[in-house]
């Protein structure tokens, strides 16, 4: 052929969908049947220079095909003529998206398009009057299709069935119940436990990481790929300990290593739009002690607490055991911990973040050092362990009364907070409904609609951030009673304490009130 000769591009796709439509007796979706047709239509039509591309197993509303991608990058380079599809479904079925290709960029790169068995042929534009008819109608299949699917995976997801295939990091198939339960796996569930561990020693999720790294254990990714031989998406195999600090995160606040089954714990914002997005609390299924926990429940208690305060990792070999214990009792901010390598470690000392960053004008300035923090709270928690395993009963009247009025106070605040946001996710879910249907029916222009879909993504997203740390704390107030029993077992647990860790103040403090001034 000449070096100018341009292409007349035949395109096939098959989805998923398509695969499960087609059967025994109607195979014409197919990827080679779709291929002899358009080589057979080329023939008899006189196309030469003919090269076929194609996808397979992508849905029909998602143009980040690699097959596609190819046939676009022809195009911007000139390098086609004719662009030829079995029918407009093997395009797509996003009717504005096709829309858009069929009337705006295949003509402004002098692309002819032809759909065979639709009769769409762009030279001829009586052919194309139902082109946008036709769109519309393979959008609602793709629709349909979305719907039916996630009925299916809700309907399983309601008996408390794994609605995933593949088995959380740290568990195996139970070879006795493969589709429906899972036990531990005997090579990754002491990692979880191991990660879970560093985590109460006062470990931050990149320096697990790191840890790991270090230790030369392999990331879930490539421990999937060791046994099973599949290359999950994004794994890269030739780093197989290249632990990440999202990895790690992720497996401190799944409590799926509880023994806890949670599903529909996230879905995609619409068949259109992939881009998955968490569920409110209340949309998910919950199904408790459905396998056996790699983690108890103190434990998980411990790093949630710790993941709830989190912070911005010092370049300090020790960690700060206290982050997100210490507030100013003058302003009610935290105080912050100052290290430097300069100073003595006997230095080392929280101070009001308010004053730190506003002035006198906001708080005063005062601190206390980090060393005198941990003798003080050390002496105390030995002192009221003591008492609470040798007066049990004083002990808890004691606390009840201390407690009673304010956390009633809390409690009402709270359930406001909480009753508001709610109803509030309630009006969103019903605002994402009707803008979505206003979009697929052409009320709202895409420019709007995306505006729009991100200012609710957005608050939606902050809601579902603070909405369960509000309702555990909740909760715990609500529980009091149970906490002082706790309280008085961990006090029989621990009856010596040698030392000050992150566990034992995670354990028996909740915040740590200082004014000590300069």
């Known amino acids: 052929m000449a070096s100018n000769e341009k292409y007349t591009v035949l395109y096939g796709r098959l989805s998923q969908e398509d695969t499960q439509k087609t059967n025994k007796t109607d195979d014409s979706n197919s990827i080679q049947n779709q291929k002899l047709l358009l080589e057979k239509y080329a023939a008899e039509k006189g196309f030469s220079n003919t090269l076929f591309l194609y996808d397979d197993g992508y849905s029909g509303t998602n143009f980040n095909r690699p097959g596609w991608q190819q046939v676009m990058e022809l195009m911007e380079n000139g390098q086609v003529e004719t662009l030829i599809v079995k029918d407009m479904s093997r395009l797509g079925r996003e009717y504005l998206q096709v829309g858009q290709y069929t009337e705006l960029i295949f003509p402004s790169y002098g692309v002819r398009f032809i759909a065979v068995n639709d009769g769409v042929d762009s030279l001829y534009e009586s052919t194309n009057d139902f082109t946008p008819f036709r769109n519309l109608m393979n959008e609602f299949y793709a629709k349909d299709c979305s719907k039916k699917g996630r009925s299916v995976v809700r309907l399983k997801a309601e008996t408390g069935a794994r609605v995933s295939s593949r088995p959380r990091y740290g568990y195996m198939k139970d070879p006795a119940d493969p589709k429906r339960h899972m036990v531990p796996d005997p090579e990754t569930a002491p990692v979880v436990r191991y990660i879970f561990d560093l985590c109460v020693s006062g470990k931050g999720p990149a320096q697990i990481a790191k840890q790991l790294k270090k230790d030369k254990i392999p990331t879930p990714g490539h421990s999937y790929y060791q046994k099973h031989g599949v290359e999950l998406t994004g794994v890269d ?30 879905t995609t914002l619409s068949f259109k739009n992939k881009k998955r997005i968490e569920r409110p609390e209340t949309a998910q299924l919950r199904f408790e002690n459905t396998h056996e926990a790699l983690v108890t429940q103190q434990t998980w208690e411990i790093v949630q607490d ?100 304010e956390a009633q106070q809390e409690i009402a605040v709270l359930q406001k907070k909480i009753d508001t946001m709610q109803k509030r996710q309630a009006e969103l879910t019903k605002l994402f409904k009707r803008l979505y249907e206003d979009s697929v029916l052409g009320r709202i222009p895409d420019e709007q609609y995306r505006i729009l879909s991100q200012e609710y993504t957005a608050e939606q997203k902050e809601i579902q951030e603070q909405l369960p740390a509000m309702e555990v704390r909740l909760q715990e107030l609500k529980d009091s009673s149970s906490n002082i029993t706790r309280f008085i077992e961990n006090a029989k647990r621990y009856s010596e304490i040698p030392e000050l860790t992150a566990e034992i103040l995670r354990i028996f403090i909740k915040r740590v009130l200082s004014l000590i001034h300069i």
């Open 237 to 266: 195999i030739t780093q197989p300990y290249n632990w990440s600090t999202n990895t790690v995160a992720g497996i401190l606040e799944d409590e799926t290593y509880l023994g806890h089954t949670i599903n529909l714990k996230s």
């Open 306 to 405: 710790i993941r709830k305060h989190k912070r911005r990792r010092a370049n300090m070999a020790e960690q700060n055991i206290f982050s997100g214990l210490v507030y100013c009792l003058d302003c009610g901010g935290t105080m912050v911990l100052h290290r430097a390598y300069t100073m003595d470690a006997v230095k080392n000392n929280f101070m009001c973040s308010t004053y730190k960053k506003k002035g006198k004008d906001v708080c005063s300035g005062h601190y206390i050092r980090e060393q005198e923090l941990g003798a003080i709270l050390l002496d105390d928690i030995r002192r009221v362990t003591h008492f609470a395993r040798q007066n049990e009963l004083r002990f808890a009247e004691h606390i009840r009364k201390k407690q009673g009025k």
